[in-house]
């Protein structure tokens, strides 16, 4: 009975922290409050609705009829607050997979979605929203975020470094340094403070939504980073760019670097076992690798080259 | 290949989390290097020994022999920690179920373990401990940590409240007032600040381990808390005191309460659905209830009444 009690798990700390990232849910208000234009009668799918807000963004942007999709237990939360605020008659929503449900219409116009995972595609629901795409919107149809770009820029950090790698070598007086290797495979989530930046950045990938594959998942790049101060080289810092562009009159951006407001993504911090000394100038030459991890659809495996030394890194 | 190449999952993160919390390693560290004569040639058992930290304090407070059991595949790490720091002739490993391993040993002197959960309890080792001391522990023989209790305090923190509870009233412009019910059940581990706290401690439940029992888990007890400031009071605040005494000339003590440094076990924060005004002197009585989870045995369910008002919480 004490079970029954519960509300159903709907991981409501998760979905309060993505709602309180401004810098995320205002970019995809803005799209919508900026650009009705863009969404006045349009049937809009959300693809991972969650409580709902960007159905509700698109229902007062003007779209005559939002379809809300998400296979988790939050979705009937969804529900009640779509009751609370009125919307009941625009917005229709639907349990379960995307890959497995019907809608009520063959195609829509416009995908909304909030896909991105940690480095852009650690445990991202892209293949999700290309799938819908592919199978759902309609020919000229948009989808939106559309423009994304992953990035890399050098960083250094010695007291990240040493807080998660250096700090194995003596423990309280005991030698731990077997843990090094292991803890330098793991990424890190972390705000990186913009003034431990050392190079200029270089992206290594771009994405566009309304054309991009299901392949795009896994890449290969190279890059160069351009050494902008001295000091040591701890670490390489992967983040993200998002844009909200085809067909907007107000383009709508945000960035996840290190040199803008954080937000619950923070940036992707792969250490390097070793540190580099740079100077101003130098330039480092590098190459990354982005790979599914086999058995695990959602998980990556990310191998970086740093001029002659090669890391395989894993989010878990 | 790419599988193969990456070292054993072992938490790496987590780990070097507990280690950096000195309050808690320290505490350990000091029981041990400050009370060689109860250390001095004793077998002692760690329960969970993770990287087998305090197997090495044990070893090096003069243990004769230590042996270390966890089931988690961290063991394998701490195999090559012990190697590098020459003390295989000491320290040996047992991975595997407490409750399933057989010990080269019939019975041990000492048995240590860092078996504490948020708010004690939860996600706790405790029931592993209990069965390691009824099954191996020599008669006289002593458990560390041993005099553990839980605490209440009261708080007036109307940031955090609204955070986690008013936040849903308001959100862009959209009311999502029905998922207040579910946030207020999620007991929250956050860092309490000191001056954030209106009432006086009360203890809830004294645990001493050289004598309790499996039922020790559950509990039902009634508190007062004294007012010492006028305010709203928000949230009811559960944290644990640890002592390292029996048979000690020198015990240690620590303690998780907002008013010491923060640990990584941070404070449990029960938010009320609704603040009550209080006034300085006044006294506020209520009754906590803690239970286990059928189904779920590591996990608790925690029943609070304050006043009139009772409210289930659970940690997740």
């Known amino acids: 009975e004490d079970e029954a009690y519960f509300s159903s ?16 849910t205002e970019s995809y208000r803005d799209c919508m409050y900026k650009n009705p234009e863009v969404f006045r009668g349009k049937v809009v799918l959300d693809v991972g609705c969650g409580t709902g807000i960007l159905s509700m963004f698109a229902a007062r942007a003007g779209a005559s009829q939002v379809f809300a999709v998400d296979q988790a237990e939050i979705i009937y939360q969804a529900m009640g607050i ?4 009125n919307l009941e008659d625009k917005i229709t929503f639907i349990k379960g997979r995307l890959e497995d ?9 416009i995908i909304m979605s909030e896909w991105m995972g940690y480095f852009l595609l ?6 999700t929203v290309v799938v819908a795409r592919d199978q759902f919107l309609a020919p000229g149809g948009k989808v939106y975020p559309d423009k994304c770009s992953v990035w890399l820029v050098g960083v250094a950090d010695s007291e990240l470094w040493q807080q998660a790698v250096g700090f194995w070598d003596d423990v309280y007086g005991f030698s731990m340094s077997c843990m090094k290797s292991g803890a330098v495979e793991d990424a890190h989530v972390e705000v990186v403070q913009a003034d431990k930046v050392i190079t200029e950045p270089c992206k290594v990938k771009d994405l ?4 991009c594959q299901l392949t795009d998942l896994e890449f290969t790049s190279n890059f160069t980073l351009r050494c902008c101060g001295d000091g040591e080289l701890t670490s390489i810092v ?6 909200f562009e085809a067909g907007c009159s107000r383009q709508v951006h945000f960035s996840t670097s290190p040199s803008d407001p954080p937000t619950h993504w923070k940036q992707t911090v792969f250490h390097l076992e070793t540190p580099i000394a740079v100077s101003d100038g130098m330039t480092i030459d590098g190459r990354i690798q982005v790979k599914k991890v086999i058995g695990d659809p959602r998980s990556l495996q990310v191998k ?7 890391q395989m890194y894993q989010m878990r």
């Open 238 to 243: 992967g983040y993200f760019n998002i844009g």
């Open 208 to 211: 566009d939504l309304n054309t």
């Open 304 to 310: 970086i080259r740093v001029g002659l030394r090669s």
């Open 82 to 85: 779509i009751r609370e605020n």
């Open 122 to 127: 650690f445990e991202s629901m892209l293949d």
């Open 101 to 109: 449900v019907t809608l009520p219409v063959e195609k829509v116009d």
């Open 9 to 24: 798990y709907a991981d409501y700390g998760i979905h309060g922290d993505m709602l309180k990232d401004r810098v995320r």
